[in-house]
């Protein structure tokens, strides 16, 4: 008896050594950013020096893509490790209902699992994110707010033009919150709130108003992070921390809007008629609904393609004038990228000052990207760079190793490498009907930038989101995204394809040329390859 209890109390210090000693993790995620960071030259104007001295102090993936460049279905695979088109998960469909997902066991059910403590806030999952999360922090209705109460009803900010202010409260607004103006935080009152159920914002200047969503969520990591640093013994975690922006609205305070003034800003390079020569445009029937009159000013159906609406309307509120028009969004996108830098920069501050930074794996990403008028769309959820490529960096505790990786990657490979680096144990399905975990450990990479080799594929495989939750996999739109191509395929076979290393901004599409005929032929095997 005495040799037993003996024996079980040595397995009760070997587990808690064992389950001390593994990595923490954090997880940070943006919503809806591009390549707009500092370190990947995305815009040359825009201030990110927090996820600029994060990436000089890991490794950087500068050819990292989203598997599906919409909000909701880009979580839902990134969170349960599995590719789209395996689960089916075209549509809309909340983690929580997805046929297949359902039965996966997200990141944090996981590592719950395996011995760890998981806390979350922010925009993370759709659907009821606080189910997955031993410890939840703040959630309002996704925090897209806050948003201008008119006294009847919420809408967008009172000076946004028209007629893009009829897009609506989402996707319609964008502009300094004191453009709101003075509002002492009583209910009812015309003025700012926090979102839909019309919870007051106070604003009374920029020094005196209510903390943002953004502000709350990394005031109460920081909190977290500090009380977990006084107590040694506790359990590891696994925290995730997300950010609303830069999504639209695009709101934030005048500071950041101050930072890229009109007149100084630059807009990227761009081709008039980029669209022509692609087949986007006859290969969308989803369905991307909108709020307000412009349905019937633009004769809005659901079947049209809700990017080049945006810009349109956009260009529209500004007399026709293009450069003028995507300034002015561009300013808010821009101040809304350094508003959120800020705030990981508080959170990264914080893990350096517990010096839980001596072992804690960091994550920054983003869900997609965003487009800024390229082929004539203001959106996201295309085939192209603009909506797939995001930040991807990663910074390894006790790894003296930095550098930047050219390889394609994506979010599909993120869940088997906090495996591999945490050493998690278990099957990541709850049955039989669970999808098949994708994707593969990057540790070569992280361990070796300049690896030749890894068992992961040579490109990354992206499905265009919402096009029909109905059509099966093979007759869904997609792109591979090698080292050095482009290669899209959509469901009528028509076919588009970049190279990339000459032609970043996928100016021309070469599936026509016979120069590029074996190219062609070889990414459509490989396509073919990944979807079976």
Same mark, same amino acid.
């Given at each position: 008896?005495?040799?037993?209890?003996?024996?079980?109390?040595?397995?009760?210090?070997? $587990?808690?050594?064992?389950?001390?000693?593994?990595?923490?993790?954090?997880?940070?995620?943006?919503?809806?950013?591009?390549?707009?960071?500092?370190?990947?030259?995305?815009? =040359?104007?825009?201030?990110?020096?927090?996820?600029?001295?994060?990436?000089?102090?890991?490794?950087?993936?500068?050819?990292?893509?989203?598997?599906?460049?919409?909000?909701?279905?880009?979580?839902?695979?990134?969170?349960?490790?599995? %590719?789209?088109?395996?689960?089916?998960?075209?549509?809309?469909? =909340?983690? +929580?209902?997805?046929?297949?997902?359902?039965?996966?066991?997200?990141?944090?059910?996981?590592?719950?699992?395996?011995?760890?403590?998981?806390?979350?806030?922010?925009?993370?999952?759709?659907?009821?994110?606080?189910?997955?999360?031993?410890?939840?922090?703040?959630?309002?209705?996704?925090?897209?707010?806050?948003?201008?109460?008119?006294?009847?009803?919420?809408?967008?900010?009172?000076?946004?033009?028209?007629?893009?202010?009829?897009?609506?409260?989402?996707?319609?607004?964008?502009?300094?919150?004191?453009?709101?103006?003075?509002?002492?935080?009583?209910?009812?009152?015309?003025?700012?709130?926090?979102?839909?159920? +019309?919870?007051?914002?106070?604003?009374?200047?920029?020094?005196?108003?209510?903390?943002?969503?953004?502000?709350?969520?990394?005031?109460?990591?920081?909190?977290?992070?500090?009380?977990?640093?006084?107590?040694?013994?506790?359990?590891?975690? $696994?925290?995730?921390?997300? #950010?609303?922006? =830069?999504?639209?609205?695009?709101?934030?305070?005048?500071?950041? $809007?101050?930072? %890229?003034?009109?007149?100084?800003?630059?807009?990227?390079?761009?081709?008039?008629?980029?669209?022509?020569?692609?087949?986007?445009?006859?290969?969308?029937?989803?369905?991307?609904? +909108?709020?307000?009159?412009?349905?019937?000013?633009?004769?809005?159906?659901?079947?049209?393609?809700?990017?080049?609406?945006?810009?349109?309307?956009? /260009?529209?509120?500004?007399?026709?004038?293009?450069?003028?028009?995507?300034?002015? $969004?561009?300013?808010?996108?821009?101040?809304?990228?350094?508003?959120?830098?800020?705030?990981?920069?508080?959170?990264?501050?914080?893990?350096?000052?517990?010096?839980?930074?001596?072992?804690?794996?960091?994550?920054?990403?983003?869900?997609?990207?965003?487009?800024?008028?390229?082929?004539?769309?203001?959106?996201?959820?295309?085939?192209?760079?603009?909506?797939?490529?995001? =930040?991807?960096?990663?910074?390894?505790?006790?790894?003296?190793?930095?550098?930047?990786?050219?390889?394609?990657?994506?979010?599909?490979?993120?869940?088997?490498?906090?495996?591999?680096?945490?050493?998690?144990?278990?099957?990541?399905?709850?049955?039989?009907?669970?999808?098949?975990?994708?994707?593969?450990?990057?540790?070569? #990479?992280?361990?070796?930038?300049?690896?030749?080799?890894?068992?992961?594929?040579?490109?990354?495989?992206? /499905?265009?989101?919402?096009?029909?939750?109905?059509?099966?996999?093979?007759?869904?739109?997609? &792109?591979?995204?090698?080292?050095? %191509?482009?290669?899209?395929?959509?469901?009528?076979?028509?076919?588009?394809?970049?190279?990339?290393?000459?032609?970043?901004?996928?100016?021309?599409?070469? &599936?026509?040329?016979?120069?590029?005929?074996?190219?062609?032929?070889?990414?459509?095997?490989?396509?073919?390859? &990944?979807?079976?």
């Amino acid at each position: 008896m005495l040799k037993l209890k003996l024996l079980l109390l040595l397995f009760s210090f070997s $587990f808690l050594y064992s389950i001390q000693n593994q990595p923490n993790v954090l997880i940070i995620m943006a919503d809806d950013l591009n390549d707009y960071i500092g370190a990947l030259g995305g815009h =040359p104007h825009v201030k990110t020096p927090n996820m600029d001295r994060l990436a000089a102090s890991g490794v950087q993936f500068t050819n990292a893509h989203t598997n599906v460049p919409v909000c909701q279905p880009s979580r839902n695979s990134f969170f349960t490790g599995v %590719y789209p088109h395996e689960s089916a998960d075209f549509g809309w469909t =909340p983690l +929580l209902n997805q046929p297949v997902l359902k039965h996966n066991k997200t990141l944090m059910e996981y590592f719950i699992e395996n011995g760890y403590q998981t806390l979350g806030t922010g925009k993370l999952t759709h659907g009821k994110p606080s189910e997955y999360w031993q410890q939840w922090g703040n959630n309002t209705k996704h925090n897209y707010g806050p948003f201008y109460y008119d006294g009847e009803k919420v809408g967008v900010l009172p000076n946004v033009p028209d007629p893009y202010r009829q897009i609506g409260t989402i996707d319609g607004s964008y502009g300094r919150i004191s453009d709101g103006g003075i509002s002492n935080g009583k209910y009812g009152n015309k003025g700012l709130v926090y979102g839909w159920d +019309l919870k007051p914002f106070r604003y009374i200047s920029d020094e005196d108003r209510d903390l943002l969503q953004g502000e709350k969520h990394a005031d109460w990591a920081i909190n977290k992070l500090k009380k977990i640093a006084k107590n040694p013994s506790s359990k590891p975690f $696994f925290m995730g921390v997300g #950010f609303v922006r =830069p999504h639209t609205p695009l709101h934030a305070p005048d500071e950041y $809007f101050e930072m %890229y003034p009109i007149e100084k800003i630059e807009l990227d390079k761009w081709l008039d008629g980029d669209e022509f020569d692609t087949f986007w445009k006859e290969n969308f029937q989803g369905d991307l609904s +909108l709020d307000g009159d412009v349905k019937t000013v633009y004769g809005y159906r659901g079947g049209n393609l809700k990017g080049p609406l945006l810009l349109k309307a956009l /260009v529209d509120s500004y007399g026709g004038n293009r450069d003028l028009a995507l300034k002015h $969004f561009l300013q808010a996108y821009l101040a809304c990228i350094t508003f959120v830098d800020d705030q990981v920069g508080k959170i990264l501050d914080a893990l350096d000052e517990t010096r839980l930074n001596k072992n804690t794996i960091v994550f920054l990403t983003s869900d997609h990207g965003w487009h800024m008028g390229e082929k004539n769309h203001l959106f996201k959820n295309s085939p192209w760079e603009e909506s797939s490529r995001i =930040p991807f960096i990663f910074r390894i505790p006790n790894s003296d190793v930095k550098g930047v990786v050219k390889h394609p990657v994506s979010l599909i490979d993120v869940y088997p490498t906090l495996i591999d680096y945490c050493n998690l144990k278990g099957s990541t399905v709850k049955g039989s009907k669970g999808g098949e975990l994708g994707g593969f450990s990057l540790r070569p #990479f992280l361990e070796n930038p300049k690896v030749k080799s890894w068992n992961g594929p040579s490109a990354a495989l992206i /499905v265009v989101g919402n096009y029909g939750k109905k059509l099966n996999k093979y007759q869904q739109n997609y &792109a591979l995204r090698t080292t050095n %191509y482009r290669y899209i395929r959509y469901s009528n076979g028509k076919e588009e394809l970049y190279f990339n290393k000459k032609d970043p901004y996928e100016w021309h599409n070469l &599936a026509g040329s016979k120069k590029y005929r074996h190219k062609l032929k070889k990414l459509r095997k490989q396509l073919n390859q &990944a979807l079976n």
